[in-house]
C-alpha cells in the first residue's frame, strides 16, 4: 500500500505548476491555485490510500470468486496507475486555470466540462447521473462560497464567469477526475464505488477549500464588500451561540439583512399586501396599552403552534390566522395588554398564507403530495420571518426543498399506495423533521435539501434507465413500421394485378415479407442482402407464371434448384416456422410439375389448376404483430385548432393526467417519433403508459380526457398567482 500521502513535497507542486501552460493571471490567483493543488493532490493521496483498503474488504466479502476476482484486478489497476491518475488530475487542474486567463477558450472549457449527452450508454447514465448527485450536494452545501468565490475570479480576470466553470467548482473537480482515469479498465461497479470516495475525501473539502481561497483573494481587496459565509462547522451550531443576543439591542436576533435586490423585492411585496392588513388581530377592543410582539416571541408563539399542525387527513381544518388569533386574544388577556404583530410580520404571515392556499388549491400537484406540503406552512411562515431574502432568492434552501419535492411527486396518481411508496415516505419524514426539530436555525433546510437531493437522483437515475430502455423500444418499433411499409411498397409494386397461385400470395404474406423485413433493419433497403431477397421474390413469382416456349421451360429447370435453396436460406435466417416450410416446397414442387402438363387451347396457354389461383386486386397491408390504435373514426381538427396547437408545443418531458371513468393517472412524454407519428408517454418509474398520433392526441386533449400539467416550480408558480391576484385587488 502507498504511504506518501502523508506529506506532500511542495517542490513537486510547484515544478508541476510551473511546466504548465504560461497563462496571464493574476499573481493572487496562482497563489489561490498553487494552496488549491496542494489540498488536492492531499485529498487524493487519502482517496487513493483508502480505495485500497475499501476494495480489498469487498473483494474479502465477495459472494464468489468472478466477483472477487473483479475486485482485486481493480485493487492491481489502481496501485499501478494512481500516480499517473494524481498528475494528470493536476494537469488538467493547472490547464483550468490557463483557460480562464484566457476569454477565447472558456466556450470550449464550458462544452467539454459542463455539458453531457441527453442519449448514453446505461453504465454511462448511471455514472452521470452519480456525478450529478455529487455536484448537487456540494452546491446545496457549499454554493453560496463557490459563487462568491467565482465573482472574484471573475473580478480578478475583468470577465463573467459562471459557477459551473470555475476551476475550483464540483463540475471541474470531478471533470478533472474522470479524464484523468480515463485509463482504468474497472466496470461501472467499481467506478461507482471510487466516485463515492472521490466525493468523500476530495468534494466533502471543498468548504476549507473555497473558504481559504475567498480569505486570500479578501486580504488582497478583491471584492472585500462581499458578506463573509460562515465556515460549516459555524453554519452547523444553533444560531444562538452565533448572533448577538436581544440585550444587545437587536430585536430580530435571526433576521438576515438583505441585499439591495431582496429589500426592493419585499417592500414592493409590502405595497401589495397592505389591503389585506388587520387579518391577524386578538378578538378584543383595541385599548390604550397596545404592545407589539417582537419577532422572537412571534417565532415562540409559531413554534408552539407548529406541534399542533394535524395529520395530513386533518390539515384541511387547520387555519393560520385563526390559530394565531387566538393565541394572541389568550396573550393579550393574559398580560392585560392589546398584543399585536408588526407591520412587517404581518404581511409575511399574509403572503405566506396565500401561498400555500394556492398550493392547497393547486390542481397541478398529486392531492397527497398537497396534503403533505399543507403540513409545512408553519416552518416556511418561520423561514420568511427569519429571512426575507425567502421570496427573492431563487435559491434560497427552503424554497428550493419546496420546489424539488413538488418536481420529484408530480407523477404521483391518486390511486398510488402512498405508504409503501419510498419517496412519498421521504417526503413524510422530511415533514415530521422539519416540524419536530426547526426551531430558529435554518440550516436544517440546507441538510435536508442535500439528502433529499442525493435521495431523488437515485430515484431519477433509476426511473431514467427504465426510460431509456422503452425509448429504445419505441424507436425500434418506429423502425420496423417504417421497414414494413417499404416491403409492402415493393409487394404491392409486384403483385397488384397479377393472377397467382394462392398459396404463393399466402407465402409471401406470411413468410417472405418477414424475410425482406430483416433484411431491410439490418442492412438497410439499399443492401445486398435486401437486393438478394427481392430478386428470389422475383423468380417465384415467375416461376409460378405459365410459360409456353421451350427456352423459358429450360430457363425453369435452371432456375429451380437455386430459387429453392435461397428460399431455404431466407427462412432458416428468420426462424421461419420448419414444418410450414416444408409445407410450402411440397406445394411449391406440385406446382412447378403442373406448369409443365398445360393444354394449348386457340394459342391461350391454360394451367391445369387454374382453379387455385388469385387475382390480386386490394393492396397488401402487413399488419404489426400488436394491433396498433384505430384511428379512421377520429375527427380531424382543423391546423389551427387550439387542442392541435397544445400538442405542437408539448416537449419531452411534459406531464400530462389521463382522465378516465374509474382513476386519473399521470404520465410523461418521453419521445415524440416523428416517422411513425407517435408520442409515448411512461408512469414515473419509466413503464409505457400510452401512444397517440399527434391527432388522437388532440383530440383527446379536446375531449377532456387528457389534461396538460404545469410542471414550472411550485413556489414560482403560486408567487406569481399571488402578485396577479394582489395586483388586481388594487386595480379595483
Not at 184 to 211: H, M, T, W
Not at 551 to 572: F, H, S, T
Not at 593 to 601: G, H, K, M, P, Y
Request: hydrophobic share 45%; glycine share 4%.
Amino acid at each position: 500500500m502507498h504511504n506518501d500521502g502523508k506529506v506532500v513535497p511542495i517542490k513537486a507542486i510547484t515544478e508541476q505548476a510551473h511546466n504548465a501552460p504560461l497563462a496571464r493571471l493574476p499573481v493572487v490567483l496562482l497563489q489561490v491555485r498553487d494552496k488549491a493543488a496542494l489540498q488536492l493532490r492531499q485529498s487524493l493521496q487519502a482517496l487513493f490510500d483508502n480505495a485500497d483498503d475499501t476494495l480489498f474488504e469487498m473483494a474479502d466479502k465477495a459472494a464468489n470468486n468472478v466477483e472477487q476476482n473483479i475486485l482485486f484486478e481493480a485493487m492491481r489497476d489502481l496501485r499501478l496507475k494512481r500516480k499517473n491518475i494524481e498528475r494528470g488530475y493536476l494537469d488538467h487542474f493547472y490547464e483550468a486555470f490557463v483557460q480562464i486567463g484566457q476569454s477565447d477558450a472558456l466556450p470550449a472549457l464550458r462544452s467539454d466540462a459542463c455539458e453531457r449527452l441527453t442519449l448514453v450508454a446505461n453504465d454511462e447514465l448511471e455514472r452521470n447521473m452519480a456525478l450529478d448527485a455529487m455536484v448537487a450536494r456540494v452546491l446545496a452545501r457549499d454554493g453560496i462560497a463557490l459563487n462568491q468565490l467565482t465573482l472574484r475570479f471573475g473580478a480578478l480576470l475583468g470577465q463573467t464567469l459562471d459557477d459551473a466553470c470555475n476551476p475550483l467548482g464540483p463540475a471541474m473537480l470531478c471533470d478533472y477526475f474522470l479524464r484523468a482515469g480515463r485509463s482504468l479498465g474497472v466496470g461501472i461497479k467499481v467506478k461507482l464505488i471510487i466516485l463515492k470516495l472521490f466525493e468523500r475525501y476530495v468534494l466533502q473539502d471543498a468548504d476549507p477549500l473555497y473558504g481559504e481561497a475567498n480569505q486570500l483573494l479578501i486580504a488582497t481587496g478583491v471584492l472585500p464588500e462581499l458578506k463573509a459565509v460562515p465556515r460549516r462547522r459555524a453554519r452547523e451550531r444553533p444560531l444562538a451561540e452565533c448572533e448577538p443576543s436581544a440585550s444587545q439591542g437587536d430585536s430580530k436576533p435571526h433576521s438576515n439583512p438583505l441585499d439591495a435586490n431582496g429589500q426592493a423585492v419585499f417592500a414592493s411585496l409590502q405595497a401589495l399586501l397592505s389591503p389585506v392588513r388587520g387579518r391577524v388581530a386578538p378578538r378584543l377592543e383595541a385599548c390604550e396599552q397596545v404592545q407589539a410582539i417582537s419577532t422572537r416571541d412571534l417565532l415562540r408563539l409559531l413554534s408552539h403552534l407548529q406541534h399542533y399542525v394535524p395529520p395530513t387527513s386533518e390539515s384541511d381544518d387547520f387555519d393560520l390566522h385563526q390559530q394565531l388569533q387566538q393565541l394572541l386574544t389568550r396573550v393579550s388577556v393574559k398580560s392585560g395588554t392589546y398584543r399585536k404583530i408588526e407591520v412587517v410580520d404581518e404581511d409575511v404571515i399574509n403572503l405566506i398564507a396565500m401561498l400555500f392556499e394556492f398550493i392547497l388549491g393547486d390542481r397541478n400537484l398529486p392531492h397527497s403530495l398537497r396534503a403533505l406540503i399543507g403540513r409545512l406552512q408553519i416552518p416556511m411562515l418561520k423561514v420568511a420571518v427569519l429571512d426575507k431574502s425567502f421570496f427573492s432568492r431563487s435559491n434560497h434552501p427552503a424554497r428550493r426543498l419546496l420546489n424539488e419535492i413538488a418536481t420529484a411527486a408530480m407523477g404521483w396518481g391518486a390511486s398510488d399506495d402512498c405508504q409503501r411508496d419510498s419517496l412519498y415516505l421521504r417526503v413524510e419524514k422530511i415533514v415530521q423533521r422539519l416540524l419536530s426539530d426547526f426551531v430558529d436555525d435554518p440550516a436544517i433546510f440546507s441538510e435536508l435539501l442535500a439528502e433529499f437531493l442525493a435521495f431523488s437522483s437515485d430515484e431519477r437515475r433509476r426511473n431514467e434507465l427504465l426510460e431509456q430502455r422503452t425509448r429504445d423500444a419505441e424507436e425500434g418499433r418506429a423502425r420496423t413500421a417504417l421497414a414494413r411499409q417499404r416491403v409492402q411498397q415493393e409487394f404491392n409494386q409486384r403483385l397488384l394485378g397479377r393472377s397467382l397461385p394462392r398459396v404463393v400470395v399466402r407465402f409471401l404474406e406470411q413468410a417472405w415479407s418477414q424475410v425482406l423485413l430483416l433484411a431491410c433493419l439490418k442492412h438497410g433497403d439499399t443492401s445486398r442482402q435486401w437486393l438478394e431477397a427481392l430478386e428470389t421474390m422475383d423468380e417465384l413469382i415467375w416461376s409460378v407464371q405459365p410459360h409456353s416456349d421451350e427456352q423459358a421451360r429450360l430457363r425453369l429447370l435452371e432456375l429451380v434448384p437455386g430459387l429453392l435453396k435461397a428460399l431455404r436460406d431466407g427462412l432458416a435466417g428468420a426462424a421461419f416456422d420448419p414444418f410450414a416450410t416444408s409445407e410450402f416446397f411440397a406445394q411449391l414442387e406440385t406446382l412447378h410439375v403442373q406448369l409443365f402438363d398445360t393444354a394449348v387451347e386457340g394459342g391461350r396457354v391454360i394451367p391445369v389448376n387454374a382453379s387455385e389461383r388469385v387475382l390480386v386486386l386490394d393492396e397488401i397491408v402487413l399488419r404489426a404483430p400488436e394491433g396498433g390504435e384505430s384511428e379512421a373514426s377520429l375527427v380531424r381538427l382543423a391546423d389551427d385548432d387550439p387542442a392541435l396547437l397544445q400538442v405542437e408545443r408539448l416537449r419531452i418531458g411534459a406531464w400530462v393526467e389521463l382522465i378516465g371513468d374509474d382513476e386519473v393517472q399521470r404520465c410523461k412524454l418521453i419521445a415524440q417519433i416523428d416517422s411513425t407519428d407517435r408520442f409515448i408517454f411512461v408512469n414515473r418509474t419509466g413503464l409505457k403508459v400510452r401512444e397517440w398520433s399527434r391527432m388522437a392526441l388532440a383530440v383527446a386533449l379536446r375531449r377532456g380526457h387528457v389534461r396538460l400539467l404545469d410542471d414550472t416550480l411550485l413556489f414560482d408558480r403560486a408567487l406569481d398567482s399571488v402578485l396577479s391576484q394582489l395586483r388586481q385587488a388594487q386595480a379595483r
